[in-house]
């Protein structure tokens, strides 16, 4: 069992930064690969980012909704801390979702659907 607790998210005005935590409770959180989706009021949920349990491997949506989040998202863990990380830089007002992180024992990609525990999320809000 891994229970996951997102933090960071918040107000802020278009082009500004905000990094995002998400602890993970439990001793085996180094063998998971972790993933950031998010999803926005009206809208299905989305891969953002994701890494490997090893923090070798990082991987990022190419396009979510037609606006890339490569070069301005950046995913990083520290499995001494239990943490994952998603910085965030350039934020756009259509990056305004709840961010959710998410663990998966044996899959890294983007298949939500493939992520076995889910943190409650962080409201990010990016202002115009």
């Known amino acids: 069992q891994v229970q996951l607790v997102e933090s960071g998210g918040g107000l802020v005005q278009a082009g500004g930064s905000l990094r995002l935590s998400c602890a993970a409770s439990g001793r085996a959180f180094s063998s998971y690969a972790m993933g950031w989706f998010r999803q926005a009021p009206g809208k299905e949920r989305e891969f953002v980012s994701s890494?490997?349990?090893?923090?070798?491997?990082?991987?990022?949506?190419?396009?979510v909704q037609g606006r890339s989040v490569q070069g301005r998202f950046s995913i990083s863990r520290d499995n001494a801390k239990n943490t994952v990380y998603l910085q965030m830089n350039s934020l756009k007002p259509e990056d305004t979702a709840v961010y959710y992180c998410?663990?998966?024992?044996?899959?890294?990609?983007?298949?939500?659907?493939?992520?076995?525990?889910w943190g409650r999320g962080t409201q990010v809000t990016v202002s115009s």
């Open positions: 998410a663990a998966s024992r044996y899959y890294s990609g983007s298949s939500y659907s493939r992520y076995d525990y």
């Open positions: 890494i490997s349990w090893s923090g070798d491997s990082t991987y990022y949506a190419d396009s």
